[in-house]
């Protein structure tokens, strides 16, 4: 019964190439987010969908694009990968902006 | 721009000692949230407490808040082996933006 799944776990791919992880949550919740933590653990927020509608949009490069194709799923494509998007990206969710989130495990991204 | 910063980095303690960490935010906010993260794991929430409300218990976890002061403390009584992971404020601020801000985060280590 997880309640906030992502795929895949672990992702190891070569710079240049494009990826996507997905994100689902079973929660009922409206709001969703991508986060991505780096090396010193430091947790940045990057996107946040509430009801399949962009609400924020951190200084994110456009080589990362989110998609929501219903308000249970929030996929993150990354584009032309380099190595300085390896990080652990964490997908969340909550009833609204101002309730708790819920994470996901995370996946550990390695571009080489 | 980070909101909150937590301290001491890293604090170790034997099992049965208590562990208060600190945390300090800069601008006003509507709430503050403590999430745990174990070693390779994701984030999971403690406690959430509203800019009007002072203090909050869950278990063995007790969470102040002085806004005056702008500032936070987790408090962790009776702590056990199982309680070592890294411990993260995060604060939501007033007006604008409504995303969540983690500070850098305490790695509390209980020995056994």
């Known amino acids: 019964d997880t309640a906030v799944s992502q795929t895949p776990k672990y992702l190891v791919t070569q710079m240049g190439n494009d990826k996507s992880i997905k994100c689902e949550q079973n929660?009922?919740?409206?709001?969703m987010y991508w986060y991505k933590q780096d090396s010193k653990k430091f947790l940045k927020i990057m996107f946040s969908?509430?009801?399949?509608?962009?609400?924020i949009n951190e200084t994110v490069p456009n080589r990362f694009s989110p998609k929501s194709p219903d308000k249970a799923h929030l996929n993150l494509h990354i584009n032309s990968l380099e190595l300085g998007d390896s990080a652990v990206y964490f997908c969340?969710?909550?009833?609204?902006?101002?309730?708790?989130?819920?994470f996901g495990p995370g996946t550990r991204l390695l571009v080489l | 721009s980070q909101q909150g910063e937590e301290d001491p980095q890293a604090l170790s303690i034997q099992e049965g000692e208590n562990a208060t960490m600190n945390c300090s935010y800069k601008?006003?906010?509507?709430?503050l949230q403590w999430y745990r993260q174990n070693s390779g794991r994701g984030l999971v929430h403690l406690i959430l407490?509203?800019?009007?409300?002072r203090e909050k218990h869950s278990g063995r976890l007790r969470v102040t808040l002085d806004t005056s002061k702008k500032s936070s403390s987790l408090l962790i009584t009776a702590s056990r082996a199982a309680d070592t992971a890294s411990y993260f404020c995060?604060?939501?601020?007033?007006?604008?933006?409504?995303?969540?801000?983690f500070g850098k985060g305490t790695k509390l280590t209980v020995n056994p």
């Open positions: 601008t006003s906010i509507n709430n």
């Open positions: 929660l009922g919740h409206d709001t």
């Open positions: 407490i509203r800019s009007n409300e």
């Open positions: 969908y509430n009801n399949k509608e962009l609400i």
């Open positions: 995060a604060t939501q601020t007033q007006g604008g933006s409504e995303k969540l801000v």
């Open positions: 969340a969710s909550s009833l609204s902006h101002q309730e708790t989130q819920y």
